[in-house]
């Protein structure tokens, strides 16, 4: 059963771009919730977290939004640039346990 | 800060052969370290939960006897992937749980190690 849905599955977005990945779940055990992104052949590394007292987050270009009562939270990747091109993992964490969503490929058109 | 080490990056051995791969939290120490699989394309698949001092958790459908962690100090974690087959050819990457003072429980992740077992 997976326990954070996440969509798309890919994404193609032009530089300069908005990209917009979403993430669903059902625990209200929950407590914090990273993205992370992944290039190829590489280890996951953190892009940017936020905990479910916050609706949202920014750091540089990321941004996260969190909906507690819709059990959804986004990442939103604002003027995309080609070196965003990469896979990106949705989580969410129910004590040391962290839970991943299935991954989007992103990738952006110069 | 918060780096965490994986040895080797990649490795190939002859189907049969056991093949040990380190995780080490370079700059802090981890009670908890995972170990995760991953097939290509596909999001990260956690194989067992290793806590310092104690036998690891495995997940279930994880061969324990095939799959060896020992987690021997608080910055050293090793899987041990025992009579290894074709069918194990993966990318293993560990993680290290890192606690403290306005640190909220996060994880790091290794660079992953490429295991092909011909």
């Known amino acids: 059963q997976q326990q954070v849905k996440q969509s798309p599955q890919s994404l193609i977005v032009q530089k300069g771009g908005i990209s917009i990945i979403n993430c669903a779940y059902e625990?209200?055990?929950?407590?914090?919730f990273p993205w992370y992104q992944q290039f190829p052949g590489k280890g996951p590394a953190l892009l940017i977290a936020?905990?479910?007292?916050?609706s949202e987050k920014k750091e540089g270009r990321f941004t996260i939004s969190f909906n507690k009562s819709a059990k959804q939270f986004s990442l939103h990747i604002m003027d995309s640039q080609p070196g965003d091109s990469a896979t990106y993992f949705c989580?969410?964490?129910?004590?040391?346990?962290?839970?991943f969503g299935t991954g989007t490929s992103l990738t952006v058109i110069p | 800060g918060a780096v965490v080490s994986q040895h080797p990056s990649r490795v190939i051995c002859k189907s049969g052969t056991s093949v040990k791969i380190e995780c080490r939290s370079l700059?802090?120490?981890?009670?908890?370290m995972f170990w995760y699989r991953q097939f290509p394309k596909q999001s990260l698949m956690l194989m067992a939960t290793?806590?310092?001092?104690?036998?690891?958790?495995?997940e279930q459908g994880v061969e324990k006897d095939k799959f060896l962690i020992n987690h021997a100090s608080l910055t050293l974690s090793t899987l041990t992937v025992t009579s290894a087959h074709p069918e194990d050819s993966s990318f293993y990457i560990c993680?290290?749980?890192?606690?403290?003072?306005?640190?909220?429980?996060?994880?790091?992740f290794g660079p992953g190690t490429r295991l092909t077992v011909l």
């Open positions: 290793s806590n310092e001092g104690s036998k690891a958790t495995y």
């Open positions: 700059d802090f120490q981890a009670t908890t």
């Open positions: 993680s290290a749980i890192l606690h403290g003072a306005g640190i909220y429980n996060e994880q790091f």
């Open positions: 989580a969410a964490r129910n004590g040391n346990q962290f839970y």
């Open positions: 625990n209200t055990a929950f407590d914090y």
């Open positions: 936020i905990r479910p007292d916050v």
